[in-house]
């Protein structure tokens, strides 16, 4: 099975998901990341089932612990 390794990136999407859904765009802007990292990074987390895009909006699904 896949097991999400925590970085700090993966906390710091996290952590703003957990408060609200938010833009691809605004989400890369408040990481500091340019749109590709962080699209990769979504990618990820997408196919492990941890968050959902629905058009540009990223929403958690299921929390870390």
Do not use: Q
Request: zero cysteines; aromatic letters at 8%.
């Amino acid at each position: 099975s896949s097991k999400l390794i925590y970085d700090n990136l993966t906390l710091k999407i996290f952590n703003l998901l957990d408060k609200k859904a938010f833009n691809e765009l605004e989400l890369a802007n408040r990481l500091n990341l340019n749109i590709s990292e962080l699209l990769i990074e979504l990618t990820k987390l997408e196919a492990l089932g941890y968050i959902k895009r629905s058009g540009t909006k990223v929403f958690l699904t299921k929390s870390l612990n």
